[in-house]
């Protein structure tokens, strides 16, 4: 018998299935040991040795792969082809000699890029040794990562209150975000003009015009930098006539991209689908780990964790095949083309993402696939084709014209594709952008006279720097060498979950939290944040893996310097600390304007407060040094972020008086953000005061929802069965209705005033079964494929969760239940199923509940209680 141990239970089946009866394929279920989240798994005093730790569901399943090995003659270690894959091969080995499973078992380290079975069967046939050079690696960036968060994140919870933690490269990523937002406050716009001139050929075919050049100078984007100015250029453009002086036609071709990396994968996706990166790696994997197609499962792409960009031989001639019978000889090159990857650190040791079989089109798989997974193979598959596609050609038109005296110069320039090539089947970024000028200009000749239609003089003001997109932090991140395929959407993801960013139309903004943590990093731990430091540090990692560099090296130089940093900062006083970043953080907070800044400091509810950063353990906000006399406070952030706007008002702003009570009301900003509050006549009564909802912005709150924000509580109505009423209000974690002590959310604020008495006892029922452990059906996703029995998303008390029988699964963190799909919640089930389905309950300890239950009665039996007298 021959067992092969993979990383996933679906792997596994597939697999199974190619190799026949002889060989046993078991599943890892991913690692199966980690460094148990305690100080202490690292040891830097003992050369950096580390504790492993196997869980109880780990242990389970290898103590099954051990008993397996034991009666094997050979044993295949067939985990993924990367860092993470050779770790776990390792880890595997580790655990069974451990268990004294490896007698006289021959043990074969095989790697295969993708799941069919020529690969399969290739890669068994010519196994190799575990890779122990690729294991280094992963045990530094293992060490490093533990290390850093295990070290640096006392340091924040000490000395930062509502910090969370720090890790080595997502506080480089948080770095690049919160350095944008700054660069985005900090920006002037500054305006500039540009002239266009509208012009009729002799035929009555209009065009446009550029002014590019007056009195033989060129313009840059700048040269017209007034209204004023822009006037006398159009005066100079209207001395007609207009005259053709050059007509020029040059061919250009475009080349195509080459082929899918993780990174430009994510990049597309993100662009053209909308597919944040997690989302991208979770339906990649799917179609990596293979489909039933024709009646038998196998896999669509290629393994989705590389930075290479080159194509297997024989995947090249299929598409070469594929392009040349499928859109003709004109289409094909004569030459296959070859790439080479642009990213920095690329270690191009994989094959680029690309279809396992090329002729396998979307439409033949179509039926196989979810709605998810047929976007992304349709995406991967085209960008592969194209690669290897002729380039486009096209003619690139420029006419250029001058005014009667020659003062003034205006060009037109568009281009019109002439041989659409490679484009025929993929172009970069969304599907509805074209190219600019892709219009073809109408014919004229030189010397002809163009008949001037209109001058328009246009106002531009200059645009800071946009907000990083989850491609472009990813391109970002890659260019700069920080981060490893397998990285980007983990890092991203932690972002979130740390909520030092949230996304707003698909770009990050860094929340104050990340922020300050950031200027925390920036002042105190410098080096341990720059790009470049961070950077060698993977240059390091690779060399180890190559083999030209000793990983326990990497550690000590690292630890050398780093922990006496942490030692030096962690002895400051947390005043110190917080004096530093108030200095540090004066401009984001206070603007960059020295002559206003002390104006600014002052408070404005007392005579003789500065406002300054401080810190609770809800996190940073603003207040004033005569606390607790004085109680001002702001939140932490930019004051006004329209650069010094006189607009931008410090102070409370008057929504009017109320209706009834003729008292006013005012938006008010505090350390939790903007609320409302309503003057109280009476000297010692607390004012009445409510918060602005989050999806309500301060600016635009009416008076009358003012009002009704106020009214809150809102009484629904009675219920039916209690006869007691249900409220609705606005709580910290946004709306909800309310029935003695049942809270259930609602989907906006406005629906607090709206929600009718039926859908809140429906809401307060479903929260009332959630509560006593039940469930509510989310969806029905209809009969299992392979088993007797319909398959629920369900909401339970804990969460949703899809279920079918006795079998219940949690859904990943940040799945839409909505969104579940049946090959999912097969996949997720199965899983369940093989750590053992429900839980068991843990048996009564009986005997001792017995000897326990005796013990008393014989105590009893010694000494009787006494009676206490009666006080007199």
């Given at each position: 018998?021959?067992?092969?141990?993979?990383?996933?239970?679906?792997?596994?089946?597939?697999?199974?299935?190619?190799?026949?009866?002889?060989?046993?394929?078991?599943?890892?279920?991913?690692?199966?040991?980690?460094?148990?989240?305690?100080?202490?798994?690292?040891?830097?005093?003992?050369?950096?040795?580390?504790?492993?730790?196997?869980?109880?569901?780990?242990?389970?399943?290898?103590?099954?792969?051990?008993?397996?090995?034991?009666?094997?003659?050979?044993?295949?270690?067939?985990?993924?082809?990367?860092?993470?894959?050779?770790?776990?091969?390792?880890?595997?080995?580790?655990?069974?000699?451990?268990?004294?499973?490896?007698?006289?078992?021959?043990?074969?380290?095989?790697?295969?890029?993708?799941?069919?079975?020529?690969?399969?069967?290739?890669?068994?046939?010519?196994?190799?040794?575990?890779?122990?050079?690729?294991?280094?690696?992963?045990?530094?960036?293992?060490?490093?990562?533990?290390?850093?968060?295990?070290?640096?994140?006392?340091?924040?919870?000490?000395?930062?209150?509502?910090?969370?933690?720090?890790?080595?490269?997502?506080?480089?990523?948080?770095?690049?975000?919160?350095?944008?937002?700054?660069?985005?406050?900090?920006?002037?716009?500054?305006?500039?003009?540009?002239?266009?001139?509208?012009?009729?050929?002799?035929?009555?075919?209009?065009?446009?015009?550029?002014?590019?050049?007056?009195?033989?100078?060129?313009?840059?984007?700048?040269?017209?930098?007034?209204?004023?100015?822009?006037?006398?250029?159009?005066?100079?453009?209207?001395?007609?006539?207009?005259?053709?002086?050059?007509?020029?036609?040059?061919?250009?071709?475009?080349?195509?991209?080459?082929?899918?990396?993780?990174?430009?994968?994510?990049?597309?996706?993100?662009?053209?689908?909308?597919?944040?990166?997690?989302?991208?790696?979770?339906?990649?994997?799917?179609?990596?780990?293979?489909?039933?197609?024709?009646?038998?499962?196998?896999?669509?792409?290629?393994?989705?964790?590389?930075?290479?960009?080159?194509?297997?031989?024989?995947?090249?001639?299929?598409?070469?095949?594929?392009?040349?019978?499928?859109?003709?000889?004109?289409?094909?090159?004569?030459?296959?083309?070859?790439?080479?990857?642009?990213?920095?650190?690329?270690?191009?040791?994989?094959?680029?993402?690309?279809?396992?079989?090329?002729?396998?089109?979307?439409?033949?798989?179509?039926?196989?696939?979810?709605?998810?997974?047929?976007?992304?193979?349709?995406?991967?598959?085209?960008?592969?084709?194209?690669?290897?596609?002729?380039?486009?050609?096209?003619?690139?038109?420029?006419?250029?014209?001058?005014?009667?005296?020659?003062?003034?110069?205006?060009?037109?320039?568009?281009?019109?594709?002439?041989?659409?090539?490679?484009?025929?089947?993929?172009?970069?970024?969304?599907?509805?952008?074209?190219?600019?000028?892709?219009?073809?200009?109408?014919?004229?000749?030189?010397?002809?006279?163009?008949?001037?239609?209109?001058?328009?003089?246009?106002?531009?003001?200059?645009?800071?720097?946009?907000?990083?997109?989850?491609?472009?932090?990813?391109?970002?991140?890659?260019?700069?060498?920080?981060?490893?395929?397998?990285?980007?959407?983990?890092?991203?993801?932690?972002?979130?979950?740390?909520?030092?960013?949230?996304?707003?139309?698909?770009?990050?903004?860094?929340?104050?939290?990340?922020?300050?943590?950031?200027?925390?990093?920036?002042?105190?731990?410098?080096?341990?944040?720059?790009?470049?430091?961070?950077?060698?540090?993977?240059?390091?990692?690779?060399?180890?893996?190559?083999?030209?560099?000793?990983?326990?090296?990497?550690?000590?130089?690292?630890?050398?310097?780093?922990?006496?940093?942490?030692?030096?900062?962690?002895?400051?006083?947390?005043?110190?600390?917080?004096?530093?970043?108030?200095?540090?953080?004066?401009?984001?907070?206070?603007?960059?304007?020295?002559?206003?800044?002390?104006?600014?400091?002052?408070?404005?509810?007392?005579?003789?407060?500065?406002?300054?950063?401080?810190?609770?353990?809800?996190?940073?906000?603003?207040?004033?040094?005569?606390?607790?006399?004085?109680?001002?406070?702001?939140?932490?952030?930019?004051?006004?972020?329209?650069?010094?706007?006189?607009?931008?008002?410090?102070?409370?702003?008057?929504?009017?008086?109320?209706?009834?009570?003729?008292?006013?009301?005012?938006?008010?900003?505090?350390?939790?953000?903007?609320?409302?509050?309503?003057?109280?006549?009476?000297?010692?009564?607390?004012?009445?005061?409510?918060?602005?909802?989050?999806?309500?912005?301060?600016?635009?709150?009416?008076?009358?929802?003012?009002?009704?924000?106020?009214?809150?509580?809102?009484?629904?109505?009675?219920?039916?069965?209690?006869?007691?009423?249900?409220?609705?209000?606005?709580?910290?974690?946004?709306?909800?209705?309310?029935?003695?002590?049942?809270?259930?959310?609602?989907?906006?604020?406005?629906?607090?005033?709206?929600?009718?008495?039926?859908?809140?006892?429906?809401?307060?029922?479903?929260?009332?079964?959630?509560?006593?452990?039940?469930?509510?059906?989310?969806?029905?996703?209809?009969?299992?494929?392979?088993?007797?029995?319909?398959?629920?998303?369900?909401?339970?008390?804990?969460?949703?969760?899809?279920?079918?029988?006795?079998?219940?699964?949690?859904?990943?963190?940040?799945?839409?239940?909505?969104?579940?799909?049946?090959?999912?919640?097969?996949?997720?089930?199965?899983?369940?199923?093989?750590?053992?389905?429900?839980?068991?309950?843990?048996?009564?300890?009986?005997k001792a509940a017995k000897k326990k239950a005796v013990k008393k009665k014989t105590t009893a039996k010694k000494k009787a209680p006494t009676k206490k007298k009666a006080a007199s």
């Amino acid at each position: 018998m021959k067992v092969v141990i993979v990383e996933s239970p679906a792997k596994a089946k597939t697999i199974n299935k190619y190799l026949g009866s002889d060989y046993k394929v078991l599943a890892s279920y991913g690692h199966v040991r980690d460094l148990p989240a305690k100080d202490g798994s690292v040891k830097p005093d003992e050369d950096f040795e580390m504790d492993w730790s196997v869980d109880r569901d780990s242990n389970k399943r290898m103590t099954e792969i051990a008993s397996a090995v034991k009666s094997a003659d050979t044993l295949y270690l067939a985990t993924d082809p990367d860092r993470e894959g050779e770790a776990i091969s390792w880890h595997v080995l580790e655990i069974l000699q451990k268990k004294r499973a490896l007698k006289d078992t021959a043990i074969h380290r095989v790697v295969f890029n993708e799941i069919t079975k020529s690969a399969i069967i290739a890669a068994i046939a010519s196994p190799r040794e575990l890779d122990t050079k690729m294991v280094d690696a992963y045990l530094a960036r293992r060490a490093l990562d533990y290390l850093v968060g295990f070290t640096l994140s006392p340091v924040l919870w000490r000395k930062l209150p509502g910090a969370r933690s720090a890790g080595r490269v997502q506080s480089v990523a948080l770095r690049l975000v919160a350095n944008r937002e700054t660069e985005i406050e900090r920006f002037v716009p500054q305006e500039y003009w540009s002239v266009e001139a509208n012009v009729t050929n002799k035929d009555q075919k209009a065009f446009t015009t550029r002014l590019v050049s007056i009195n033989g100078k060129k313009l840059q984007k700048m040269s017209i930098e007034t209204g004023k100015e822009a006037q006398d250029a159009v005066a100079l453009v209207k001395k007609t006539p207009i005259t053709v002086t050059a007509l020029e036609k040059k061919p250009t071709k475009r080349h195509p991209q080459p082929p899918f990396t993780t990174s430009t994968l994510q990049q597309e996706a993100a662009r053209k689908l909308g597919f944040p990166a997690n989302k991208t790696m979770r339906v990649a994997q799917s179609l990596y780990e293979g489909k039933n197609i024709g009646g038998e499962v196998t896999g669509l792409i290629t393994y989705m964790r590389t930075d290479g960009v080159t194509i297997a031989g024989e995947a090249l001639n299929a598409t070469r095949y594929l392009i040349e019978s499928r859109y003709g000889d004109r289409y094909l090159p004569e030459k296959p083309k070859f790439y080479k990857s642009k990213a920095k650190n690329a270690q191009e040791a994989h094959e680029a993402i690309r279809p396992t079989d090329p002729s396998r089109r979307p439409i033949d798989v179509a039926s196989a696939l979810d709605q998810d997974e047929k976007k992304l193979y349709e995406l991967i598959w085209r960008r592969t084709i194209a690669s290897q596609m002729a380039s486009a050609q096209l003619e690139r038109t420029t006419i250029t014209a001058f005014n009667e005296d020659q003062t003034a110069e205006l060009r037109a320039t568009g281009s019109v594709i002439t041989f659409d090539g490679f484009l025929s089947v993929y172009q970069e970024g969304k599907d509805d952008e074209k190219d600019e000028g892709e219009a073809r200009l109408p014919a004229v000749t030189e010397g002809e006279e163009l008949l001037l239609d209109q001058v328009n003089p246009k106002q531009h003001f200059t645009d800071p720097a946009p907000r990083f997109t989850e491609a472009s932090l990813v391109k970002q991140l890659e260019e700069l060498g920080i981060g490893r395929p397998s990285t980007y959407a983990s890092i991203l993801t932690v972002l979130r979950e740390r909520n030092y960013v949230r996304m707003d139309k698909n770009r990050f903004i860094p929340e104050d939290k990340g922020r300050l943590v950031i200027a925390f990093l920036e002042v105190f731990f410098e080096r341990y944040v720059q790009y470049d430091f961070t950077a060698n540090l993977e240059n390091e990692l690779d060399d180890i893996s190559a083999g030209s560099l000793e990983w326990k090296k990497v550690l000590r130089t690292f630890w050398t310097d780093f922990k006496p940093k942490t030692e030096e900062v962690i002895s400051e006083k947390t005043s110190e600390i917080i004096d530093a970043l108030d200095a540090y953080l004066e401009p984001m907070v206070f603007g960059t304007d020295v002559e206003i800044i002390a104006e600014k400091r002052k408070c404005p509810s007392c005579d003789d407060g500065r406002l300054g950063l401080k810190t609770s353990r809800y996190g940073a906000f603003v207040g004033c040094s005569n606390y607790p006399e004085c109680s001002y406070t702001k939140p932490f952030g930019r004051i006004d972020a329209d650069n010094d706007n006189e607009n931008a008002a410090d102070g409370p702003q008057s929504l009017g008086m109320h209706p009834e009570s003729g008292e006013e009301i005012s938006v008010k900003v505090g350390r939790f953000g903007p609320y409302l509050e309503m003057a109280s006549a009476e000297k010692g009564v607390k004012p009445p005061r409510a918060s602005i909802p989050k999806d309500m912005k301060p600016e635009d709150v009416s008076l009358e929802m003012a009002v009704l924000l106020l009214s809150l509580p809102r009484t629904v109505g009675l219920h039916p069965e209690s006869g007691k009423p249900i409220t609705s209000a606005i709580g910290r974690y946004g709306p909800y209705v309310a029935h003695e002590r049942t809270f259930a959310s609602l989907q906006s604020s406005d629906e607090v005033f709206s929600v009718g008495l039926n859908r809140a006892v429906s809401l307060i029922a479903d929260a009332q079964k959630k509560k006593a452990g039940g469930k509510v059906t989310l969806k029905e996703l209809g009969d299992h494929p392979k088993e007797e029995g319909p398959v629920y998303v369900y909401d339970g008390r804990y969460g949703p969760y899809v279920n079918h029988g006795k079998i219940n699964a949690t859904l990943p963190k940040g799945t839409d239940p909505e969104s579940v799909t049946m090959e999912q919640a097969v996949e997720w089930l199965e899983a369940k199923a093989a750590k053992g389905g429900k839980k068991k309950a843990a048996p009564k300890k009986k005997k001792a509940a017995k000897k326990k239950a005796v013990k008393k009665k014989t105590t009893a039996k010694k000494k009787a209680p006494t009676k206490k007298k009666a006080a007199s």
